[in-house]
T-cell receptor
Framework: EPEVTQTPSHQVTQMGQEVILRCVPI?????FYWYRQILGQKVEFLVS????????KSEIFDDQFSVERPDGSNFTLKIRSTKLEDSAMYFC??????????FGSGTQLSVL | DAKTTQPPSMDCAEGRAANLPCNHS???????VYWYRQIHSQGPQYIIH???NNETNEMASLIITEDRKSSTLILPHATLRDTAVYYC????????????FGKGTLLTVNP
């Protein structure tokens, strides 16, 4: 079965540093998403992306966050200046026209 | 999106059917019922979805009541690998809409 691939699996960074989380969605998918899950809490929606623009974003997705699909295959989430509270597991997801979201295995971000 | 209510936890014996309930009494006519699961902090995994008819796939069956105010996910022969948090999500159909995850039901399958 095709997979959504996320790299790295773990990322440790210092507070205030920029991080880029990378995702390779399933190749024929059109819709792309980022979610996050703080340890012990719910999975939270961050942003959805379609046709090279943001479709919807949550209150969490403030000016410190940005997404990009730079080359038609990768889908990235950038956090410009990380805060301690950004520590979480970040999941990328993609879907085609059949409404099933396929999630990656996540990137565990630790901000020190 | 309509809110859903699920029990926080359930147990099931290996090999038996697991029946996971979900209440969604405020569901609208254009909202679907989706089920996802999350195995120990892995990414959520799609299981099944439906509008008003019962649905079955290789993973599970979804039974939606006639008034659509509740549904049941059935895993016909639960295995230890089915131990996970199961999320019932109600959402308007279409791929370009977010999923809003609640706390779900932690299903523990016991040997």
């Amino acid at each position: 079965e095709p997979e959504v691939t996320q790299t790295p699996s773990h990322q440790v960074t210092q507070m205030g540093q920029e991080v880029i989380l990378r995702c390779v969605p399933i190749s024929n998918h059109l819709y792309f998403y980022w979610y996050r899950q703080i340890l012990g809490q719910k999975v939270e929606f961050l942003v959805s992306f379609y046709n090279n623009e943001i479709s919807e974003k949550s209150e969490i997705f403030d000016d410190q966050f940005s997404v990009e699909r730079p080359d038609g295959s990768n889908f990235t989430l950038k956090i410009r200046s990380t805060k301690l509270e950004d520590s979480a597991m970040y999941f990328c997801a993609s879907s085609g026209l059949n409404e099933k979201l396929f999630f990656g295995s996540g990137t565990q971000l630790s901000v020190l | 999106d309509a809110k859903t209510t699920q029990p926080p936890s359930m147990d099931c014996a290996e090999g038996r059917a697991a029946n996971l309930p979900c209440n969604h009494s405020t569901i609208s006519g254009n909202e679907y019922v989706y089920w996802y699961r999350q195995i120990h902090s892995q990414g959520p995994q799609y299981i099944i979805h439906g509008l008003k008819n019962n649905e079955t796939n290789e993973m599970a069956s979804l039974i939606i009541t006639e008034d659509r105010k509740s549904s049941t996910l059935i895993l016909p022969h639960a295995t230890l690998r089915d131990t996970a948090v199961y999320y019932c999500i109600v959402r308007v159909g279409g791929s370009n809409y977010k999923l809003t995850f609640g706390k779900g039901t932690l299903l523990t399958v016991n040997p």
